[in-house]
């Protein structure tokens, strides 16, 4: 994993604080692994190999408001599709 990977990562769990989301996903996939060596306390190194973060949202109707994930997301540099996923134009 490369130091401007590893930043754009912590930038999005910030966002997704800020805007109030991170209660409601679970972060999964092979970003997971990164929280592994503290959470554990072992000398696992994670082997990350993807670009992007998976996360799961188990339940669409919870919280009752609407977060604004995408606007939140473009304010702070992101780029969105016409399926709404998610890239960054940061170099």
Excluded at 12 to 26: D, P, Q, R, W
Excluded at 41 to 61: A, G, H, L
């Amino acid at each position: 994993m490369d130091q401007k990977q590893e930043e754009l990562f912590w930038e999005t769990l910030k966002i997704f604080n800020e805007i109030g989301l991170s209660a409601h996903v679970m972060l999964i996939g092979s970003w997971a692994e990164y929280f592994y060596k503290d959470m554990f306390k072992t000398d696992f190194r994670p082997e990350i190999r993807t670009r992007d973060i998976d996360f799961m949202y188990r339940n669409i109707s919870i919280p009752d408001e609407k977060i604004p994930l995408i606007a939140a997301l473009t304010r702070n540099g992101y780029l969105s599709d016409y399926n709404n996923r998610i890239a960054t134009n940061k170099k």
